[in-house]
């Protein structure tokens, strides 16, 4: 999952950056060839940090620190 994230940040330009990207009103990973066609949600402060149990486990089986 963060391998996949990882690809499409670098794919995208930086102009389209730090947005939520929307299909209907669901948040979906865009087609970057298409990117114009999705509507656009911006971070704001005081915001929600999206999280589930796949993004959580995903992100600490990559960057735990290992036991000493």
Request: aromatic residues 8%; glycine residues 8%; without cysteine.
């Amino acid at each position: 999952m963060i391998e996949n994230a990882e690809r499409f940040i670098a794919e995208i330009s930086s102009d389209d950056v730090g947005f939520v990207f929307l299909d209907g009103g669901s948040p979906v990973q865009p087609d970057v060839a298409t990117i114009a066609k999705y509507e656009r949600r911006a971070g704001s402060r005081r915001g929600l940090w999206p999280s589930s149990p796949e993004i959580s486990t995903a992100m600490l089986e990559r960057y735990r620190s290992p036991n000493p």
